[in-house]
């Protein structure tokens, strides 16, 4: 009986373990970005973006515009701390965001693309 218990116990330990945090992503983002990298968001565009998430993975498109993007990225925990890293593309064009998590549902960071240029992002969940 105490054999049958535990391994009930072990296998809802790991079940929560495994799918902690796995829809975190998902849902409707607010995505918020200027062009000068200098740690301060001056946003002069604003976009919505759905995301699909598993475990720490996820990927989505724009909402509301004629723009057929590819989003894909990861968030990683650990220490306290958690980190997204996203990447955009579309055809031959390339967009890497990395940043952190500063608040609940809430990410800032840096970008940069392959036209050279780069700036700061924020992404919210609405």
């Not at 809802?12 to 975190?24: E, I, K, Q, R, V």
């Not at 498109?61 to 590819?70: E, L, P, Q, R, W």
Request: aromatic fraction near 12%; proline fraction near 1%; include cysteine.
């Amino acid at each position: 009986m105490r054999r049958v218990v535990f391994v009930i116990i072990v296998i809802g330990l790991l079940a929560t373990f495994l799918l902690a945090g796995s829809d975190s992503m998902s849902g409707q983002w607010l995505l918020k970005n200027d062009y000068k990298l200098d740690g301060v968001l001056s946003p002069t565009e604003t976009q919505t973006v759905e995301l699909n998430s598993h475990h720490d993975m996820f990927s989505g498109h724009y909402v509301g515009i004629d723009n057929d993007s590819d989003f894909r990225g990861n968030v990683h925990t650990a220490r306290k701390t958690s980190v997204i890293t996203i990447t955009i593309t579309d055809q031959d064009y390339y967009w890497v965001l990395c940043g952190k998590k500063v608040g609940n549902n809430r990410f800032v960071g840096t970008w940069y693309d392959v036209e050279g240029q780069s700036g700061d992002f924020e992404l919210i969940k609405r």
